[in-house]
């Protein structure tokens, strides 16, 4: 079993931050890459930010210049900063682990329970 727990929304004005940790645990052998979706209403997930275990990472269009993301490897955890926030950032965020439970085994994505994002105006 892989557990995600993840931590850090919340409700903030627009312009404010706030920082998001996902932290993978249970049978995990090694973890190839880890990210964060959200998800609005009555929209479809997308993909916010992800990072590679060497460190690559990549970035929606809508957030780049405003979010970072980071991982300590060593924690299995992964960390979303977000700054600037915006009204169309509102989402749940969820956290993604993709990963190996086995030497020689498949490489299986895991996900968060979410955390709600809300952004005022």
């Known amino acids: 079993q892989v557990q995600l727990v993840e931590s850090g929304g919340g409700l903030v004005q627009a312009g404010g931050s706030l920082r998001l940790s996902c932290a993978a645990s249970?049978?995990?052998?090694?973890?190839?890459?880890m990210g964060w979706y959200r998800q609005a209403p009555g929209k479809q997930r997308e993909v916010v930010a992800t990072i590679t275990s060497g460190g690559s990472t990549n970035y929606a269009d809508s957030v780049k210049a405003r979010f970072t993301i980071s991982r300590a490897n060593a924690k299995n955890t992964v960390y979303l900063q977000m700054n600037s926030l915006k009204p169309e950032d509102t989402a749940v965020y969820y956290c993604?682990?993709?990963?190996?439970?086995?030497?020689?085994?498949?490489?299986?994505?895991?996900w968060g329970q979410g955390t709600q994002v809300t952004v005022s105006s």
């Open positions: 993604n682990a993709n990963l190996w439970t086995r030497l020689g085994g498949p490489l299986n994505d895991y």
């Open positions: 249970g049978s995990i052998f090694s973890i190839n890459a």
